[in-house]
């Protein structure tokens, strides 16, 4: 059947090949000459397309996961992987987490690059020990001998009455643990760069998505479209210029912070919303020079919130830029409660925009 | 004294019609445990001499096991070797060990003339056919197994001294009396075949090609160690001679390993990773998931479990249901070997590296022992007795069956070989003063090493407004 499949892909890129070439060809003119703004992608074809390049550009890169192959991915981010790529590039594990997170792990150590799934985040408590004490840690313990090339991806969080077992924030946990990277990407752009830097760095990286995020579409430039194009781990970035008070925050909540910058405004309140990108590295000085201008905090997160991302935000502009605050820091997290399955409960569970709204107003005073 | 049974046959022929023979020889000793021995014996004594002799003894009850095989030893003329087989509850059989003949006094020789010495014990299998008993060896050989056996065990008394002494910190996990399995498997692969092991390491890494000096300067944590001091005894590494660690948890190295294995295959290298773990870690969950990934894909991967039959304080027998380890793996066939027999280790890691090679994982089984407890924390006495210890040591001592053997083929004399230890002695020593002398890391390598790159990252020490770094 496998070559049943070869020979027809084979027909299909001789014949129809050329055929779409020209149409994609076309396409483009006609993208350029009519579309004033940039193309759309989704995140999810933005994380297929990252990990097809660099899998096409390095031989070493392979991706391993449950139902990454034959399946087309659990949330097709590995669609058409397999058949482009075939059996020795893409393999379907049992559902063994601790085994073949291992698996990999000692793939890395070998040299190889390997992407690991989790199809959710959760999953990866099962592997936890491989990725911190076999992967992050040896380096180190190595003083630089073994380096660990791996990314473990997958979506991370709260999806859509999922119940407790499946809707937990591990960005706090993996981003406490030195040597390894932790990026959250929010946009298809923030997926694309993001995601190709981390199967290019030589440290493991924990790459986490959002289940919600990869079916949103998002403006992209021509620029991230290359397949070049790579985002610096470790630099925040600024999605809306402020003022007035900062909001810092990643993954999903980057979209609840815009549209709790834009009911602001409304308000004559001009908030400041930083995307973090990446957990660990922290960017500190983004934060905290973002801080000295507004003079006060807001950090957003899904997770817990006891020791979470943003209690170290808080801790990190309480030490450096004390000075310069006007009001105390402001957190808004997940509840801490397990995620309960009613929608209604589950809704308390989560941050809203209006709680984001109205912390940004407690910081500046506005409150009732 | 109860459950005490002797039979000893004693027979003067060699050869075939005594293996026949063999399953009706036992001799046991305390109640916990059950000694199977059998004497070799020359043709003048006779088999009522020995049976006076032995009951005599045993009736006594004054004489412990182990001076009770000296005594019987001393009523032997040259050529007669020994066997004793640890076992739990069930009885085993007895096999012969290898015969001698004596051959004419040479001086100490290298040569690389193929010997051929039959293994102390047959291999038991798992869904496979054994490896012949017979294995090709030379002086040469025969000579380095020595040494190098002789460096581990000189390696490993000398940490712990250094341990006691307070020069080694934190955990120390000695592997002596283990040593056949690190030296027996390096005879069998190359540099390109990987390692990974538990945390019970320094001789792997010894026999990995790794140097005394850095060794010592690692147990002390010194910056000239192979770690450079940063990774303490249970983290040695020598990546240029495949040597990927150096685990502390348990049983994590498993998976580890049948990932190195996936890299030689997608490499297409040509090379298998043995990956050793003890009895303790055997059962756990992630070697039978790596298990099963590394048959459905046909990893070359070897698991070689070193069975000391304690892990940590816990005997097998009260930890594993099934203690045949080399069964466990229940699909992936298995091989039992006598881990105390550096020949029979050597033979069966070459037969496991071709069958690797060519059809996927095979779990190696090495009956061992270690002479110290767990680490050094623990006295080892406490779950086992110390005739037990000596026992093994008297009966079963890896370095004395290869002396054994190297003084029956003539290879050096006693002397000679009692002039390399000494030697070895003086090596580790002064590896252990040059250590010593070694410097401590500086304190801007607290923060070295995190990251291969730290993008200029932010990196704090306890107090982050007086202890900072950026990670380059």
Known sequence: ??????????????????????????????????????KEMTVRDALNSAIDEEMSADPKVFVMGEEVGQYQGAYKITKGLLEKYGPERVYDTPITEAGFTGIGVGAAYAGLKPVVEFMTFNFSMQAIDHIINSAAKSNYMSAGQINVPIVFRGPNGAAAGVGAQHSQCYAAWYASVPGLKVLAPYSAEDARGLLKAAIRDPDPVV????????????????????????????KAKIEREGK?????????????????????????????VINLRSIRPLDRETINASVRKTSRLVTVEEGFPQHGVCAEICASVVEESFSYLDAPVERIAGADVPMPYAANLERLALPQVEDIVRAAKRACYRSK | MNNTCIWILAFEGFGREREALEETVLLRYEKSLTYLSFFLLQQHTTFFTLIRYCIFQITQKKKTFASFFSLLSKTKSTAEMALSRLSSRSTTL???????????????????????????????????????????????????????????????????????????????????????????????????????????????????GGGLFEAFSELMGRTTGC???????????????????GHGIVGAQAPLGCGLAFAQKYSKEEAVSFTLYGDGAANQGQLFEALNIAALWDLPAVLVCENNHYGMGTAEWRSAKSPAYFKRGD??????????????????????KEHALKNGPIILEMDTYRYHGHSMSDPGSTYRTRDEISGVRQVRD????????????????????????????????AAVAQAKESPIPEPSELFSNIYVKGFGAESFGADRKELRATLP
Not at chain 1, 16 to 28: E, F, I, M
Not at chain 1, 209 to 233: K, R, T, V, W
Not at chain 2, 333 to 351: E, I, R, S
Request: aromatic content about 8%.
């Open chain 1, 207 to 234: 790459f986490l998505e959002n289940e919600l995020l990869y079916g949103e579409s998002f403006p992209i430039s021509e620029e991230a479209l290359d397949s070049s194009f790579c985002l610096p781990i470790g």
């Open chain 2, 227 to 245: 770690s450079k001091g940063k990774g303490g005894s249970m983290h040695f590494y020598k990546k240029d001679a495949s040597f990927y660690g």
């Open chain 1, 1 to 38: 059947i496998r070559e049943k499949m070869w020979g027809i892909l084979r027909q299909r890129g001789i014949d129809g090949g050329g055929l779409s070439l020209r149409r994609t060809r076309s396409a483009l003119v006609s993208a350029r000459s009519y579309a004033a703004g940039s």
């Open chain 2, 398 to 429: 890896p370095i004395d069956r290869v002396r054994k053997l190297i003084i029956a083929h003539d290879i050096a004399t006693e002397k000679e070989l009692k002039d390399m230890e000494k030697e070895v002695r003086k090596e580790v020593d």
């Open chain 2, 331 to 352: 699909y992936v066939p298995g091989l039992k070997v006598d881990g105390m027999d550096a020949l029979a280790v050597k033979q069966a890691c070459k037969f496991a």
């Open chain 1, 244 to 272: 007035d008070v900062t909001i810092v925050t990643f993954s999903k909540m980057v979209g609840f912070a815009l549209k709790a910058a834009e009911k602001l405004a409304e308000e004559g309140i001009s908030a400041e």
């Open chain 2, 94 to 208: 007895l096999q012969p060990f290898a015969t001698t003949s004596l051959l004419r006094r040479r001086h100490i020789s290298t040569d690389t003339t193929p010997i051929t010495v039959e293994t102390s014990l047959p291999f038991t299998s798992h869904l496979i056919s054994p490896p012949s008993r017979a294995v090709e060896t030379s002086s040469q050989e025969l000579l380095s197994f020595f040494r190098d056996m002789a460096l581990m065990r000189r390696m490993e008394i000398a940490a712990d001294s250094l341990y006691k002494a307070k020069l080694i910190r934190g955990f120390c996990h000695l592997y002596d009396g283990q040593e056949a399995v690190a030296i027996g498997m390096e005879a069998a692969i190359t540099k390109r075949d990987a390692i990974i092991t538990s945390y019970r390491d320094h001789c792997t890494f010894l026999g990995r």
